[in-house]
Every structure is written in structure tokens, then in C-alpha cells.
């Protein structure tokens, strides 16, 4: 079966800090992988996708970035915070009908 | 801006079913209806999705109007666990355009005891 994994659950970052989570995926092979960010009291809101290695589409302009260095490696930075980075980071998979969300990354900038 | 309406807020009594309802009133005819929740400070679960046709699964049923433009979500017999914020979301079907996902607010379900 496929799993996702996110890490770290939680971070607390002061602000012009780099910054770098990463997701995996196992179980599935050439996935669509998506980035999202929800912010207190918002609904969720598409960062990056990807559909292979070193594929990055970016949805807004942003502070961040990504890279997928590996087929089932997704990776989200950035080189300074804002407050405005605050905010739930979820990584996800695609397939043709459903998207598997990992467990989240709960960024706070200080 | 999201392409569905859904209240902000419902209860339920535990056991009762919960009758979740989504307008999306200007439903193109190649775009599928989808369900999802999210229990507090977790990733997004996918629950069903249709097209015309009721749906049922094992976690719920989906009712989706002749004319389309909106469709109910069915939790038969709901349990404290399915407290969530639950979203209503229509796209083009195809794993491409999951990156069209358009997410609201959603429907913050407060299952009771």
C-alpha cells in the first residue's frame, strides 16, 4: 500500500531563518506530488506540483520554492521566512481520481 | 474563489446519519463532484466522488440532483470520529487536474454524544 510521510510535524522558526521540509512517498511509482499551505482559518492552497523529477510547476508567486530531487521525493524551501509563512504544509499524491495527503507540518515564524 | 457553496457549521447527534449539502450551481457537465475531510490538524482524507449517479461506499453515500447543481453527502451512522471539517469540490476528472482543485471553507461537522 502507499504511505506519505512528512517531516518534521512541527516547527517553530524565527523569521529571514532558510527553511526545508520534505515529503516522501512509498508504494507507488512516478506520482504526481503537490505541495499545499492553509493558513489559520483558510482552505487550502495549491504551492507547487510536480509531475516527475525535476518537474516544478509553481501555482503563486511566493517566497518558496521546491525541487524533486528523486522520483518519490518532494521538497519545499526557502532561503529567509516571513510571518506570513506561518501555516499548516501539507505534501500530497495524485492519482486519477483522489490525492493522499501526508500528516502536515505545522510551521509557526516568529 | 471556490465553485461550491457549503454552511460553515452543522451538528449531529452521534448514531444519527449526517446529511452534509453542497451547491455548485454552475456545474460544467465533465466535472465530477468530490468529497473530503480533514480532522483537526491532519491531511485532507478523500471520501467518494460522482459524476451523475448516486455513490456509496463504505464510508458514506453521495446524492447528487438530476440537474447537477448540487449533491448531499450521507454519513449513515455517524460516530465521534467523523468529527471534521468536510469539503465539497467539483473539477474535470484526471489525475492532471488535481492541481485544480479549487478548497473552500468547507462544512465543520460537530459530531454530539
Known amino acids: 500500500s502507499q504511505t506519505i510521510h512528512q517531516w518534521p510535524a512541527t516547527l517553530v522558526q524565527p523569521v529571514g531563518s532558510p527553511l526545508s521540509l520534505e515529503c516522501t512517498v512509498e508504494?507507488?511509482?512516478?506520482?504526481?506530488l503537490y505541495w499545499y499551505r492553509q493558513a489559520a482559518g483558510r482552505g487550502l492552497q495549491l504551492l507547487f506540483y510536480?509531475?516527475?523529477?525535476?518537474?516544478i510547476s509553481s501555482e503563486v508567486p511566493q517566497n518558496l520554492s521546491a525541487s524533486r530531487p528523486q522520483d518519490r521525493q518532494f521538497i519545499l524551501s526557502s532561503k529567509k521566512l516571513l510571518l506570513s509563512d506561518s501555516g499548516f504544509y501539507l505534501c500530497?499524491?495524485?492519482?486519477?481520481?483522489?490525492?493522499?495527503f501526508g500528516p502536515g507540518t505545522r510551521l509557526t515564524v516568529l | 474563489d471556490a465553485k461550491t457553496t457549503q454552511p460553515p457549521s452543522m451538528d449531529c447527534a452521534e448514531g444519527r446519519a449526517a446529511n452534509l449539502p453542497c451547491n455548485h450551481s454552475?456545474?460544467?457537465?465533465?466535472?465530477?463532484v468530490y468529497w473530503y475531510r480533514q480532522i483537526h490538524s491532519q491531511g485532507p482524507q478523500y471520501i467518494i466522488h460522482?459524476?451523475?449517479?448516486?455513490e456509496t461506499n463504505e464510508m458514506a453515500s453521495l446524492i447528487i440532483t438530476e440537474d447537477r447543481k448540487s449533491s448531499t453527502l450521507i454519513l449513515p451512522h455517524a460516530t465521534l470520529r467523523d468529527t471534521a471539517v468536510y469539503y465539497c469540490?467539483?473539477?474535470?476528472?484526471?489525475?492532471?487536474?488535481?492541481?485544480?482543485?479549487?478548497w473552500g471553507l468547507g462544512t465543520s461537522l460537530a459530531v454530539n454524544p
Open positions: 460522482g459524476l451523475k449517479n448516486n
Open positions: 500530497a499524491w495524485g492519482q486519477y481520481n483522489e490525492q493522499f
Open positions: 454552475t456545474i460544467s457537465g465533465n466535472e465530477y
Open positions: 510536480s509531475v516527475g523529477i525535476g518537474q
Open positions: 469540490i467539483v473539477r474535470v476528472g484526471g489525475a492532471g487536474n488535481n492541481r485544480k482543485l479549487i
Open positions: 508504494g507507488t511509482s512516478n506520482p504526481n
